[in-house]
């Protein structure tokens, strides 16, 4: 039986990556601070888990012992992170990091944390340039993906069998942020009309957790050094986007698509941008991954449980708070109701 270890393996795409090679018939460990967070369907499926801190190199010794077919680090943010995992991916067959399309500049130097958004001409390869690498602190704006990259470059140095993903917009059960609440909400607040920026047209390519973990079940079987975009193989609009949401839960609204003579803020998404960020897969592609399925067909599950967890009284606090200043500027209901009474 083929044995896998998954760092932060209790999370989104943790837990995607567990669900899908105990599947499959692996014998499935993960390694995490809070036994808690280990989701009963995992539990039920005979994943084991192990406490452990990710910062803590000889529990994590300990916990992989004489070694592992396949080694997931889904919680790598620094050089220091990947400078620990270096001495536990060289005792498994292959290793994947989890990185991010954040490392990527267009020709302006403009990153996905920029002031200014950037343009990047077309689809990005993994060629495309990227951010220096850097060690301030990669909770920041401004320091994640810089760190990110330094992270990766420690990892591709070290000449083992390390496979870098790089998703997108990651979606899925389990998310700590999860980007669909934005329509989700509005579908619970039975609100009647949906307000979107830029006719809706804006385009952030997303990733589901669930061919995050195709993938990686892909190049567990074809260890190599190498980096690999990872996104769903369609790229929906904001538009595109809120309709799949509102029809999973059997809602209707009417469509108000703002242009730029709309207050600036009105109507605003996660997936905004002047221009599309869309991902180029072919190298993936070529390697035997097969996407588990486009957004309208893998962001269902996660859409179903965001409502079963309201509906249960969100007893674990897995919902964002009306406090949380990233999704509090998407809900300025006010806002929006004094712009229709003035139509």
């Known amino acids: 039986m083929l044995r896998a270890l998954i760092l932060g393996g209790t999370g989104m795409i943790g837990g995607a990556t567990a669900r899908r090679l105990a599947a499959a018939g692996w014998r499935v460990e993960v390694a995490g601070r809070d036994p808690g967070r280990l989701p009963p369907d995992l539990a039920a499926a005979g994943v084991r888990f192990h406490q452990a801190d990710r910062a803590d190199a000889a529990r994590l010794g300990e916990v992989l012992g004489d070694g592992a077919d396949l080694l997931v680090d889904c919680v790598c943010y620094t050089a220091a992170d990947a400078r620990l995992l270096l001495p536990l991916a060289a005792r498994a067959s292959s290793a994947v990091l989890i990185s991010s399309k954040a490392v990527y500049v267009d020709a302006a130097g403009r990153h996905a944390n920029s002031d200014a958004a950037p343009d990047y001409g077309g689809p990005i390869t ?75 047209a804006g385009i952030v390519q997303p990733t589901a957790a669930a061919n995050i973990a195709a993938l990686i079940e892909t190049v567990a079987h074809r260890p190599g050094a190498r980096i690999l975009n990872s996104a769903d193989p369609d790229a929906p609009s904001v538009r595109e986007i809120a309709k799949t949401i509102a029809r999973q839960l059997g809602h209707s609204w009417n469509e108000v698509l703002l242009d730029d003579t709309a207050e600036p803020g009105l109507g605003r998404t996660p997936w905004d941008g002047p221009h599309p960020v869309i991902l180029d897969t072919t190298a993936s592609l070529k390697l035997g991954y097969k996407p588990v399925g486009d957004y309208a067909g893998t962001v269902a599950e996660e859409v179903d449980w965001l409502f079963d967890v309201h509906r249960s009284g969100d007893p674990r606090g897995v919902l964002p708070s009306p406090r949380d200043a990233y999704f509090a500027r998407f809900f300025d209901y006010a806002a929006e109701d004094a712009y229709l009474a003035a139509r």
Request: no cysteine; hydrophobic share 40%.
């Open 126 to 200: 993994e060629s495309q340039a990227t951010l220096p690498p850097g060690d301030m602190d990669h909770r920041s704006p401004e320091g994640y993906g810089p760190n990110k990259v330094a992270a990766e470059l420690v990892a591709l140095d070290s000449g083992l069998p390390i496979s870098i993903l790089r998703p997108a917009r990651v979606h899925g059960v389990g998310a700590r942020r999860p980007r669909e609440w934005v329509f989700v909400k509005r579908v619970l607040d039975r609100r009647p009309a949906v307000l979107l920026s830029a006719r809706g």
